[in-house]
Structures are given as structure tokens and as C-alpha cells.
């Protein structure tokens, strides 16, 4: 068992928790993720890593609530356990050698971009991160991400908090500017992520994204996660999750991505209504 130790509410449905996991702090990286399963009748899911205490043998993990199994693991509270936290898994981040990076998190994917910005920063590479949200209300890890970087540009859809835009608007404002980067990691959204690509593949800037399609057992054994990258199938957990952006076939994850939105969400109005029925005492 994996005990929380602490909880914080972020947004109305972002929450961060930091879970007890000695084995895996010891050897985690920024871009490896972790696969947990709540309670002995749930499903596996992958969530990445988003930070790490060695000292304290604690790992950082932070989602959004959008189905059954997170909306059942934002119900634990500090001092409870998760039954199953398997990891480090993946392949970690590839931060040697970058002077200069822009570093771009769109919404939920901040919670990863983050890390791997820090570890760049810790190297003494110059970082730019670029962070956009819907609206002021999805802001996460701000400040954190000012410690970060050299510059942080917030963008918002709405124009309630930062700068009015896309974070593809600020970057490309950047280029053409004249900021030459020597590579762009982008992670959130995969409709973001393919338009962060086709921009940069205009400027011939090394692109880096983080895939988290589905998945099951993060061996590569399933094949849940496969993707197709420069023509050829590869499987996030295993190969990745980063991939070469300009490789990566968006339409085909996108299309794969949508493929159990409906059970997903037939799976969470069924729990809401346990839940609403344990309420009101029936």
C-alpha cells in the first residue's frame, strides 16, 4: 500500500498528491510516469511523474478528474492508501546537451512540462517556457514554473490571466523575433502538441513530445499504447514517452484517442450516481 501524504486541490478538477513510494523516488526521472490501480476492483492508469522527493521517498503525481478512476482517487485523503503505484516506467527525458530551450505545457500537461523544464534549468540551460490555459481558473504551477525557467510567458484562451492567445502565438512571435532555440518541448493536448510541430517544423527547430495514449500493463506488452512514428509502430510505454514531434502521426493518436470516450464517460455517471444515492442516505 502507498500511503498520500499530502493532497492539494489545484483547480475545481486538477488535484496534486504526493505518495509515498520510497523504491520508486529512488530511481524516477523527469518523463518516466507510473501506472497505480486504487483499490483491487480498479483499472490501471498511467499518470507521469511531476515530481519526486529522494530524501523523503515521495513521488508528485497531478490529474484532472475525468473519469471513474480519477474521480475515486481524488476521493482518498492524505493519510490513505493507494494499493498498487508500479513504476519508474518509460524512458526518461533526454536533457543532455540542451543550451537553449523553449519549453511549451498546454493546460494539464504543465504538470510534466515542469519537471523536465527544472531539469534543464538545474544544468544551466537558458529555458522559456510558454504555459497556456483556458482561463485564469486553470492556472497551475505558477510559481513553480517561474523557478523553472528564464522567462515564463502565460497564455490564456480567454485572455483572463497573462497574455490573450495560443501558446503556438507566443512561440511563434518568439521565432520570428529571432530566438533561436536548440530544441522546443511541447506537452499537453495532442491537438496542441501537432500544431506546436507543424510550426516548428517551419523553422527547423528539434521538437520533442510527450505521448500518453492508453494504457494497460506499460511493458509493451499489451500494445494499447502504439503509435506511429516515422512510419513505423512504436509503443509509448516502452519506447517512449518522448518522441521526435515531426515523426509523430497526430491524426492517427488523435483518432485512437477518442476510442472509449463514450464508456469513459458511461463509467463515470455510473459512479456519480453511487455516490449521489450514498449521500442521500439511500
Known sequence: MYKVVKREQLTENVVLMEVEAPLVAKKCLPGQ???LRVNEQGERIPLTVAGYDREKGTVRIIYQIVGKTTQILSELKEGEAILDFVGPLGTPSHTE????????????GCAIAYPQAKALFDKGADVTMIAGFRSKDFVILEDEMKKASNKLYIMSDDGSYGEHGLVTNKLEELLKAGEVFDTVIAIGPLIMMKFVCQLTKKYNVKTIVSMNPIMIDGTGMCGGCRLTVDGKTKFACVDGPDFDGHLVDFDEAIRRSRMYSSKEREAMEKHKCRLEGMNSGK
Do not use: E, Q, T
Open 33 to 35: 510516469f507510473i501506472i
Open 97 to 108: 546537451g540542451i543550451k537553449k530551450a523553449a519549453v511549451i505545457g498546454g493546460g494539464l
